[in-house]
Nanobody
Framework: QVQLVESGGGSVQAGGSLTLSCVAP????????MAWIRQAPGKEERERVA????????YYSDFVKGRFTITLDHAKNTVDLLMSSLKPEDTAMYYC???????????????WGQGTQVTVSS
């Protein structure tokens, strides 16, 4: 049963924008944090690019700071990632993720979405 449902991925030229959305009706209120995590082609490790905690505190990786914005809507149970000034190196599978216990780290993710592909061409 898929519990986190992502949408909004696609192909865009460098400099363009995309918004990813994650519907998470069971997790936006229950999670220690909700995160967007990406895995680039050919890489094994997954990278946390942005996360948000219930009190609104946010984290952004240095690679996306100033270009990406994460938002949490408790009423709609959604976590969105607004991506602008996209670069070819942002090409990756993007996953919505929930951490129920512990710190907001990739290793602590309890629930993963199925992923949505983002491709940025130069």
């Amino acid at each position: 049963q898929v519990q986190l449902v992502e949408s909004g991925g696609g192909s865009v030229q460098a400099g363009g924008s995309l918004t990813l959305s994650c519907v998470a009706p069971r997790y936006t209120h229950a999670s220690n944090c909700m995160a967007w995590i990406r895995q680039a082609p050919g890489k094994e490790e997954r990278e946390r690019v942005a996360s948000i905690e219930p009190d609104g505190r946010t984290y952004y990786s240095d690679f996306v700071k100033g270009r990406f914005t994460i938002t949490l809507d408790h009423a709609k149970n959604t976590v969105d990632l607004l991506m602008s000034s996209l670069k070819p190196e942002d090409t990756a599978m993007y996953y919505c993720a929930s951490v129920l216990f512990g710190s907001c780290a990739v290793s602590n993710v309890d629930v993963w979405g199925q992923g949505t592909q983002v491709t940025v061409s130069s």
